[in-house]
């Protein structure tokens, strides 16, 4: 049964008749991918100029008609986050049109729980 085993172990692999010959060996091993050794990527050494802030933007200059937009636009805004809730029932919260909101303040729609 020794002599069995020593002889099952000098053959290749699996149902192989030849005998593993150490050029073979050798050849196999010299076809694999070689396999590096991992070195630390991250460095741990801080670097003064590895994150350097971007130069500052220029602040925009704004024309009277431009401001005006802008204030108007900064009201409908404040106006459009008070208005946000849940139209129906299980529902997520949206913006309601103009005639959502007027039913909402006559009574019309009313939330129930």
Known sequence: ???NAQ???ALTSGFAKTA???DHVQAFEKSKMPQYVTKRSVSHVED???FIAPPPKPKQ????E?????KAAQERYAQMKSLVQPLYNKGGPQYPD???VEAAR???LRRRS
């Open 1 to 3: 049964m020794q002599q």
């Open 7 to 9: 002889r099952l172990c």
């Open 20 to 22: 593993r010959k150490t």
């Open 48 to 50: 003064a100029n590895r």
């Open 61 to 64: 200059v704004l024309t009277p």
């Open 66 to 70: 431009m401001e005006q937009r802008e």
């Open 98 to 100: 103009a005639s959502a």
């Open 106 to 108: 006559r009574g019309e």
